[in-house]
């Protein structure tokens, strides 16, 4: 793992005091494929992760008894992910035909080859890899209010979120998972070779996800110095977080208590 911060702490004038801080950090890493049941004899999958986060804030004291705080943040999560074979390749060499493969450009994978049965062969396959990556802007302004022996904190908080991947659903995807038995020739490796499957399963995957989603949140918080010996907190913090919507169309609800409405 690689990473380093960055930090500012700045006072502009009497009243402004600034404040910035940038975080980076890279994790690399590789995994076994795996591919739900699939018993794997393939490469591992190379992962790099790269995190990202940067905020910045002003606070700025109107008077000697009211304090307003405006924060900017900004969080960047970025996964590749690298498998030696892609899939669309692997069925072009293969001589596959009749998968629909117009969405997976350069997507990592395997076609499913189930040929286990009564042969003691392990399975091979894998679904869809590719990156994934998610963006999230928040801003938040609070402001700070001494009166007697209370401190009260009142403020909103306002997210936007982004998040995109590959779709994928299990097994082989759209690179198509067979299954071999000995029901033809008696033996499964022997059915393999013939080129009959017992059963074939094949995804249609849509485009990647591309998501979005809007949060808000408004809160308000007292600090009440009973005694010198006892402070009492309390506060109270409503959000809204509606689902996220689709740009393609690939997510949906179900509202049972509507009928089943979608």
Do not use: C
Request: hydrophobic share 35%; glycine share 12%.
């Amino acid at each position: 793992t690689n990473g380093y911060d960055i930090r500012l702490d700045q006072y502009i004038g009497s009243k402004n005091q600034l404040f910035g801080r940038w975080t980076w950090k890279n994790i690399p890493y590789q995994a076994a494929s795996r591919a739900n049941s699939l018993a794997q004899t393939l490469p591992p999958i190379s992962y790099n992760e790269s995190d990202k986060n940067f905020i910045v804030s002003d606070s700025y004291t109107i008077s000697a008894r009211i304090v307003n705080e405006f924060r900017f943040g900004l969080s960047l999560l970025d996964s590749s992910q690298t498998f030696p074979y892609q899939g669309a390749a692997v069925v072009a060499n293969l001589g596959l035909t009749g998968l629909d493969l117009s969405k997976a450009a350069n997507q990592g994978g395997f076609p499913g080859f189930n040929f286990s049965s009564g042969t003691g062969f392990s399975r091979i396959g894998h679904g869809a890899i590719g990156p994934q990556n998610s963006v999230t802007y928040q801003y938040t302004d609070n402001i700070s209010l001494i009166k007697g022996k209370h401190t009260i904190k009142l403020g909103v908080d306002y997210r936007n979120v982004h998040y995109n991947r590959i779709n994928n659903f299990g097994g082989s995807d759209e690179f198509g998972s067979m299954t071999f038995n000995g029901g033809f020739s008696g033996n499964a490796f022997a059915n393999l070779l013939l080129g009959l499957p017992a059963t074939e399963l094949v995804y249609d995957i849509g485009p990647p996800i591309d998501q979005i989603s809007n949060h808000f949140a408004t809160y308000a918080q007292d600090e009440w110095r009973a005694t010198r010996s006892l402070t009492i907190s309390f506060g109270l913090r409503w959000e809204i977080q509606p689902p996220f919507t689709e740009k393609n169309g690939n997510i949906a609800n179900f509202l049972p208590i509507k009928g089943g409405e979608m």
